[in-house]
């Protein structure tokens, strides 16, 4: 069978280690024949990504701070000198001060706040107008989003908060370059046990909620995000556009 993603060429943001969600994604896009190119932040993340991008078809390996413009228009620069159009890009960053992930939401400070809504939802803004003007013959791009979106998880707090103003971002983005034929979607991704999560407080009982609760009674497996963002990205994705993607084992359909 013929691959996804043959003669693609994709960005992906995101990865800092092995257990990355942005890793996995990354892993099945070259399966399925994609070239890809890599962002990191900071010089700390620039060697593992290296690193880690070794083992693939790597066009390019980018520094991107997404809170910083000048990054942003660096990153168009560097991608315009590949001198082919962009197909797919990976959206797979998101921060919150550590502590407004511990105490009580109403306690979280305007600056941490805007930190969260900075760094989690108006870098997709940002990377969306970096990236549209490379994508000349249509492309993909893929945000990942979590329940705490719409319903409040325990600790969740500022994340939460970001992640609905970011799954609003989506759907005014792909209003915005649909005309482009840009399709903007997110993949709203049960419980993983990456870096992001290991932080959290009793991350182990909520992932012992999993096999009771889920419909399939099953964990999230990184490999079926990934597979579900290889689909968006595709031809087979072409008619979707604006949407959220459970990708859960079913989670988020259980009242109780
Ligand atoms: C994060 C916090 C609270 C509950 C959580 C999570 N649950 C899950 C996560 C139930 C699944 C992981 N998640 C979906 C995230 O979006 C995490 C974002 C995040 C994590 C950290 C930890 C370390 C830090 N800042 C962070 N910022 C964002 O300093």
Known sequence: MSKLLQGKLALVLGIANKWS?????AEAFIREGATLTLSYLGERQKESVEELSRQWDVAAVLPCDVTKDEE????????????????????SLAFANRDDLTRPFVETSREGFLLAQNVSAYSLVAVARAAAPLMSQGGSLTTLTYLGSTRVVPNYNVMGVAKASLEAAVRYLASDLGEK??????????????????????F??????????????RNTDPAEVADTAVFLASDLGRGV???????DAGAHVMGL
Do not use: C, Q, W
């Open 204 to 217: 182990s009982s909520i992932l012992e909620s999993g096999p009771k609760r889920a419909p399939l009674r």
């Open 181 to 202: 034929n840009i399709r903007v979607n997110a993949i709203s991704a049960g419980p993983v046990k990456t870096a992001s999560a290991r932080a959290v407080k009793d």
């Open 72 to 91: 942003m228009a660096a990153l168009t620069a560097s991608l315009r000198g590949l001198g082919r159009p962009l197909d797919a890009v990976v959206h």
């Open 241 to 247: 556009t604006g949407n959220v993607l459970f990708v």
């Open 21 to 25: 969600l942005a890793y996995a994604i």
